[in-house]
T-cell receptor
Framework: RKEVEQDPGPFNVPEGATVAFNCTYS??????FFWYRQDCRKEPKLLMS???SGNEDGRFTAQLNRASQYISLLIRDSKLSDSATYLC?????????????FGDGTTLTVKP | NAGVTQTPKFRVLKTGQSMTLLCAQD?????MYWYRQDPGMGLRLIHY???????AKGEVPDGYNVSRLKKQNFLLGLESAAPSQTSVYFC?????????????????FGPGTRLTVL
């Protein structure tokens, strides 16, 4: 079993739709969590951190469920520009530089 | 600020050739990383460094060597390239996590190097 697992998709949704991605992790000692966005043939860029209390940034909401060991990303009112691959990242310790684990990514395509 | 830059952007090698990929960052970050990304997959850590003069192995270190002689540079070397090393290589840097409880350590990535080994 992979340490971090994501549904690869692809998720094909119309503009304006709400879409949610989940990411499960196996290490219960995991401490910090992130969502990155990666456009085709580009580098990953941080989309948002995921806090225990959940956090929201505009149309994006991230949540953490420690009991079930998953994080989620909700995108409301999808835009064409949201089309990308979304990577979840899990760190076991907040100060451990070398242990970030990336999921394989979930691909989203938003269509007109 | 240029952020994280990588040289070269593209390279084609023949099996057995050697090359060095250069990563440079101007953000004064302590931590630097080398990842590889194969089609349809996430990033896998090759080597990383927590400071000038120190390096450590990541998940897939075999066939690669690294050096961090200067804080701003992190070099990735392939001594004898193999077709299995065909991939996109990303360098990243980050700052140490605050010790007071913050767990935010965003990694800033370079644009990548597309390497093909024939």
């Amino acid at each position: 079993r992979k340490e971090v697992e994501q549904d690869p998709g692809p998720f094909n949704v119309p503009e304006g739709a709400t879409v949610a991605f989940n990411c499960t992790y196996s290490n219960s000692a995991s401490q910090s969590f992130f969502w990155y966005r990666q456009d085709c043939r580009k580098e990953p860029k941080l989309l948002m951190s995921v806090y225990s209390s959940g956090n929201e940034d505009g149309r994006f909401t991230a949540q953490l469920n420690r009991a079930s060991q998953y994080i989620s990303l909700l995108i409301r009112d999808s835009k064409l520009s949201d089309s990308a691959t979304y990577l979840c990242v899990v760190n076991p310790f907040s100060t451990n530089a070398g242990k970030s684990t990336f999921g394989d990514g979930t691909t989203l395509t938003v269509k007109p | 600020n240029a952020g994280v830059t990588q040289t070269p952007k593209f390279r084609v090698l023949k099996t057995g050739q050697s090359m060095t990929l250069l990563c440079a960052q101007d953000m004064n970050h302590e931590y630097m990383y080398w990842y590889r990304q194969d089609p349809g997959m996430g990033l896998r850590l090759i080597h990383y460094s927590v400071g000038e003069g120190t390096t450590a192995k990541g998940e897939v270190p075999d066939g690669y060597n690294v050096s961090r002689l200067k804080k701003q540079n992190f070099l990735l070397g392939l001594e004898s390239a193999a077709p299995s090393q065909t991939s996109v290589y990303f360098c990243a840097s980050s700052y140490p996590t605050p010790s007071t409880g913050g767990s935010f350590n965003e990694q800033f990535f370079g644009p990548g190097t597309r390497l093909t080994v024939l």
